[in-house]
DNA sequence: GCCAACGTTGGC
DNA sequence: GCCAACGTTGGC
């Protein structure tokens, strides 16, 4: 089991929006980056823990918990001429972004990233890293453990 | 709205 | 295959 880090815009899909969702899921789609893309295709597996993000909003942090609910199958919204996340370059024979179902579990309270940030014990954590842009992180086990045992019950 | 950091593009 | 220019991300 693997734990990862997924980053929404709340305007776009909120953890409030995930959880109205039928069946409490969504399609993760709209990844345009190689690194996050690779994460989704090679790296989850169905059930695997996520920590849901709020990001580019008024308060960036964890707004929730979810689960990785499907395997990697073809983003349909790069072949939408019509959104934004549309890719002119992209084969329907050989799509070039795929992307996993998340299904919400709960929202928690929300944890800012300067909270994450005053922690000695996440101090390794990819989406702190300095210039850390991926929408997409791994999260390690111990790192999962302390946020969710330790910081969504304080 | 600023800006640092990073990914992508494309000319050579 | 290098690298400058450009676009994007995302916290502040």
């Not at 409490?24 to 823990?49: E, H, I, S």
Request: charged residues 25%; aromatic residues 10%.
């Amino acid at each position: 089991m693997n734990y990862w880090l997924m980053k929404s815009e709340p305007e776009e899909c909120s953890i409030d929006m995930a959880l109205a969702a039928p069946k409490k899921t969504v399609p993760w789609t709209g990844v345009r980056n190689y690194q996050a893309r690779n994460f989704m295709r090679d790296g989850m597996k169905l059930g695997d823990g996520v920590l849901f993000y709020h990001s580019s909003c008024a308060e960036p942090g964890i707004a929730g918990l979810a689960e990785v609910a499907s395997a990697a199958y073809p983003d349909a919204t790069q072949f939408d001429k019509k959104s934004k996340y549309y890719d002119p370059a992209s084969k329907k024979d050989a799509p070039r972004w795929v992307h996993v179902d998340v299904r919400a579990t709960k929202k928690t309270r929300l944890v800012p990233i300067a909270e994450l940030r005053a922690q000695p014990e996440l101090a390794d954590m990819v989406i702190l890293k300095r210039g850390n842009r991926l929408s997409i992180t791994p999260v390690s086990a111990a790192e999962w453990r302390f946020i969710t045992s330790k910081l969504l019950n304080s």
